[in-house]
């Protein structure tokens, strides 16, 4: 069975500071990976993927994961955060190409960006 | 155009009352969820249809009981409401079944 760990359930930072949010997985086939955000109020939105191929991905809003397979991690950074990145960011695995299955997420961190 | 859209966004009911909720998709996906998030915003699976097939029905009390009309609907009934049903519940769509996910806006339960 899938699980997936945040190892941060919260991260406070200044504002332009860097900041790395933790994830890693537990899995006995490939995985698919996910990043999502959460705003206040609202409901989840994708930041960034892994499927296949490259390790690193990156997001419009200069976030970037890099897919550990050695170390079964999938880690989110940002060189400069915004007040604006101020939300819950949560970690989702998925057994890739496996029918029947449907994301898992890890608990959550909550980023907050201070001035 | 909402992508994924579930009424009513709030709900405030009374221990013992039967409540639905509705969600309707257009993009065109196969695969339909409801999530479940607590208070402390853990976000757990609780059922996917896949064409309008249950697909994942997890450990979840036979009061909850999905159901898909078609692939572009599938809502979620609650019988007799308890407290601890009070939560966020997010139904949400994909292309396949374990790729990326999207969601809807939610929809807040409180039952008292």
């Known amino acids: 069975a899938q699980s997936v760990t945040q190892l941060d359930s919260q991260v406070p930072v200044f504002e332009e500071a860097p900041v790395e949010l933790r994830c890693n997985y537990s899995s006995s086939v490939s995985v698919y990976l996910f990043w999502y955000v959460q705003y206040p109020n609202q409901g989840l939105q994708l930041l960034l993927k892994y499927l296949s191929g490259s390790t690193l991905v990156e997001s419009i809003n200069g976030f970037e994961a890099e897919f550990n397979k050695s170390q079964t991690s999938f880690h989110l950074r940002k060189p400069s955060v915004h007040i604006s990145d101020t939300a819950e960011y949560f970690c989702a695995v998925s057994e890739g190409g496996q029918a029947g299955t449907a994301l898992i997420f890890g608990k959550g961190t909550t980023l907050s960006v201070s001035s | 155009d909402t992508a994924v859209s579930q009424t009513p966004k709030y709900l405030v009911t009374q221990m013992g009352n039967d409540k639905s909720i509705k969600c309707e998709q257009n993009l065109g996906h196969d695969t339909m969820y409801w999530y479940k998030q607590d208070s402390k915003k853990f976000l757990k699976i609780m059922f996917s249809?896949?064409?309008?097939?249950?697909?994942i029905n997890e450990t979840v009390p036979n009061r909850f009981s999905p159901k898909s009309p078609d692939k572009a609907h599938l809502n979620l009934h609650i019988n007799s409401l308890e407290l601890g049903d009070s939560a966020v519940y997010f139904c949400?769509?994909?292309?396949?079944?374990?790729?990326?996910?999207?969601f809807g806006q939610g929809t807040r339960l409180t039952v008292v």
């Open positions: 949400a769509s994909s292309q396949a079944a374990n790729t990326e996910a999207f």
């Open positions: 249809y896949n064409n309008k097939e249950l697909i």
